[in-house]
């Protein structure tokens, strides 16, 4: 006799959750995606063409990231019909969260980068806005990584493995 789970409220409150966000979210970097090309065209016509290895990779995540949301989409539909491909994606997914928190979090914090490199302690007014702001930084980037190895946690458990038929 085959065993019958019942479906967590958990998993079903997360996917929808996720199709709302990511829903949103593809609309959002569409309307950017196509917003970008047209500064693009723009400056190209006003200033030389020559785009650096580091502004290459921005364009390249500007045009990728429609795509990984659209994928999000796509995983969270998944997700609430109880797909064990969207709950891997998922937890792929916000690992790629964390790395990117942290990567944000060494940008941020490291005094010889770029970020900070225009200021130079003069303007007290200045320096207190750039504390505040590498501050709230900081805790976002902390709390979406907690919630995102929370989340992971949660995903990778017995009982949710169970209910997709791991």
Known sequence: MEQVHKESTFITVLAWILIVLSAL?????????????????????????????????????????????????????GLLRRRNWARVSYVILFGIGIAYNVGTLIYTMNPAGEYFSDF??????????????????????????????WLIKKLTSEKIKIEFNV
């Open 25 to 77: 979210s593809t609309v959002m970097s569409i309307f950017q995606l196509f917003f970008f090309s047209f500064i693009l065209e723009v400056l190209d016509s006003l200033f030389d063409s020559s785009v650096s290895l580091w502004d290459s990779i921005q364009i390249l995540w500007v045009f990728a990231y429609p795509l990984i949301i659209i994928y999000a989409f796509i995983s969270a539909i």
């Open 120 to 149: 130079d302690g003069t303007d007290q007014e200045l320096d207190g806005f750039v504390f505040t702001v590498g501050l709230f930084s900081i805790l976002v980037a902390l709390g979406f990584s907690v919630l995102y190895g």
